[in-house]
């Protein structure tokens, strides 16, 4: 009757801990989802020189990429996506629609290469 109650603990303890990294996995992939949108969206304004709609998405992006990197294992490509995403922002604010625009770009190109 013990061994059979202790088989159920582990068995339990075991599923529950492979759905909680399943979950954390599909958490990271909705957070680079999200931030992969707004980032399209800062793109095509920036592209039509609208700075500050640009900045919002920009920001927007930049927040989900740091909750994917904040749920994940560090990888290399969204810490670059991030740099990235923190440049543009500081080009947006200065005005600066192309060079945000660039830096955006460059951190879709990141941020996809994370997903591989």
């Given at each position: ?14 599923a ?5 990294q ?6 990271i992939?909705v957070h680079l989802?999200?931030a992969?949108?707004?980032?399209d969206e800062?793109?095509v ?14 920001k ?17 490509h969204?810490?670059h ?7 543009a ?16 770009e ?11």
């Open positions: 009757m013990k061994a059979t109650l202790i088989k159920i603990i582990a068995a339990s303890a075991t529950l801990f492979l759905s909680m399943v979950y954390a996995a599909g958490s992939a989802d999200e992969l949108k707004h980032a800062a793109v304004h920036g592209k039509e020189g609208h700075t500050s709609v640009l900045l919002e998405h920009a927007e992006s930049l927040a989900h990429a740091k909750e994917a990197a904040s749920e994940g294992e560090g990888n290399a969204i810490v996506g991030i740099k990235h995403l923190e440049d922002i500081k080009h947006a604010e200065e005005g600066h629609a192309a060079e945000a625009t660039k830096h955006v460059e951190a879709i190109d990141h941020l996809r290469a994370s997903e591989r």
